[in-house]
């Protein structure tokens, strides 16, 4: 290796672990209890599941298998293969969401764990399942809500 | 002569196809985050670009995403992310290929870098998720080792290619 190798690989080495130790430390930061959890398929918005109770408001009925808000389980619509779906988890303890089962070639989207953050979507890309965390609505009686 | 080179590249196209395939199905799985590989089938652009250049090495990269991408589904998500990564890869590793100072490993640090750059910003548009990008610091830092790695091994390859090549600088 060269002397620009080194001076490269430094550089790059340097960049990546501020960058990984600023994106964790915002993870941490901005996890929500009370965020929404949107679930997509493709573009089309399928489900928004409450992370406060687990209480679940379907979008496209077209798009949704079933739904269990009492054991936490939701099942929608994916892409790969036929009759593919993904099986959406709440955790009503820590107030996250989990991929808990779906078919696809590694499944991945089941070991990317689990998010209460908006900067950790969970995408299941053989599938096109997307879930996506909102920040909560501000409340009614903040003054950045109030629209004179 | 050209018929020489036809057979080495047929070869060697053979060979990054089944690396690509063998990656993807046995290895990817294992990290648990999306776009996560070593680049295996990149040892062989590295290896074509020092060899014959950029024009073949160029084809060979096409023609592997191609032939992927009918294992993996012709226009499916998989196939984009590929042609991507490999895009922004490739154009990464000509230009510090030119740049004085640089050896194969930098090189390939840049290919391993770019495909994951290239990656993420079509995961972000055919999801149309910006959030995604914030996978990209931890895509880089992994993208360190793994392209140290393809990088050596390509450097092995070439040096006990040595004879069949005229001498290169690795």
Same mark, same amino acid.
């Given at each position: 290796?060269?002397?620009?190798?080194?001076?490269?690989?430094?550089?790059?080495?340097?960049?990546?672990?501020?960058?990984?130790?600023?994106?964790?430390?915002?993870?941490?930061?901005?996890?929500?209890?009370?965020?929404?959890?949107?679930?997509?398929?493709?573009?089309?918005?399928?489900?928004?599941?409450?992370?406060?109770?687990?209480?679940?408001?379907?979008?496209?009925?077209?798009?949704?298998?079933?739904?269990?808000?009492?054991?936490?389980?939701?099942?929608?619509?994916?892409?790969?293969?036929?009759?593919?779906?993904?099986?959406?988890?709440?955790?009503?303890?820590?107030?996250?969401?989990?991929?808990?089962?779906?078919?696809?070639?590694?499944?991945?989207?089941?070991?990317?764990?689990?998010?209460?953050?908006?900067?950790?979507?969970?995408?299941?890309?053989?599938?096109?399942?997307?879930?996506?965390?909102?920040?909560?609505?501000?409340?009614?009686?903040?003054?950045?809500?109030?629209?004179? | 002569?050209?018929?020489?080179?036809?057979?080495?590249?047929?070869?060697?196209?053979?060979?990054?196809?089944?690396?690509?395939?063998?990656?993807?199905?046995?290895?990817?799985?294992?990290?648990?985050? *999306?776009?996560?590989? /070593?680049? &295996? =089938?990149?040892?062989? +652009?590295?290896?074509? @670009?020092? #060899?014959?250049?950029? %024009?073949?090495?160029?084809?060979?990269?096409?023609?592997?995403?191609?032939?992927?991408?009918?294992?993996?589904?012709?226009?499916? *998500?998989?196939?984009? /992310?590929? &042609? =991507?990564?490999?895009? +922004?890869?490739?154009? @990464?590793? #000509?230009?510090?290929? %030119?740049?004085?100072?640089?050896?194969?490993?930098?090189?390939?640090?840049?290919?391993?870098?770019?495909?994951?750059?290239?990656?993420?910003?079509?995961?972000?548009? &055919?999801?149309?998720?910006?959030?995604?990008?914030?996978?990209?610091?931890?895509?880089?830092?992994?993208?360190?080792?793994?392209?140290?790695?393809?990088?050596?091994?390509?450097?092995?390859?070439?040096?006990?290619?040595?004879?069949?090549?005229?001498?290169?600088?690795?």
């Amino acid at each position: 290796m060269k002397r620009n190798d080194i001076k490269l690989i430094a550089v790059l080495t340097i960049v990546a672990l501020i960058s990984v130790v600023a994106v964790q430390l915002l993870q941490r930061s901005q996890s929500y209890d009370d965020g929404i959890a949107v679930v997509t398929h493709g573009s089309t918005e399928v489900l928004r599941i409450d992370l406060k109770d687990g209480s679940a408001l379907v979008m496209d009925e077209e798009e949704v298998v079933s739904i269990d808000e009492e054991a936490g389980i939701y099942i929608v619509k994916g892409s790969y293969g036929d009759n593919n779906t993904v099986t959406i988890g709440y955790d009503n303890a820590n107030h996250t969401v989990r991929v808990l089962d779906e078919v696809s070639p590694q499944n991945i989207c089941q070991k990317q764990g689990e998010t209460n953050t908006p900067l950790k979507p969970l995408t299941c890309l053989p599938n096109e399942v997307v879930i996506r965390i909102e920040t909560p609505l501000p409340a009614p009686d903040d003054d950045d809500a109030i629209i004179y | 002569m050209q018929t020489k080179r036809l057979v080495f590249l047929a070869i060697m196209l053979g060979v990054s196809v089944v690396l690509n395939i063998v990656e993807r199905t046995a290895i990817q799985g294992f990290t648990g985050l *999306p776009m996560v590989r /070593l680049g &295996l =089938a990149n040892i062989v +652009v590295l290896i074509l @670009l020092y #060899t014959y250049g950029i %024009k073949d090495a160029f084809g060979v990269l096409i023609i592997r995403i191609i032939l992927v991408g009918f294992v993996t589904g012709l226009f499916s *998500p998989a196939f984009f /992310l590929s &042609l =991507a990564g490999g895009m +922004v890869a490739f154009s @990464l590793m #000509t230009l510090f290929k %030119k740049l004085p100072g640089f050896t194969i490993i930098s090189v390939s640090i840049m290919g391993s870098l770019g495909h994951a750059v290239g990656q993420i910003f079509m995961a972000v548009f &055919l999801l149309n998720t910006e959030e995604i990008i914030f996978i990209l610091p931890i895509l880089i830092a992994i993208s360190i080792p793994t392209g140290i790695f393809t990088g050596m091994v390509a450097r092995k390859l070439l040096e006990s290619m040595r004879e069949q090549f005229t001498a290169h600088s690795y």
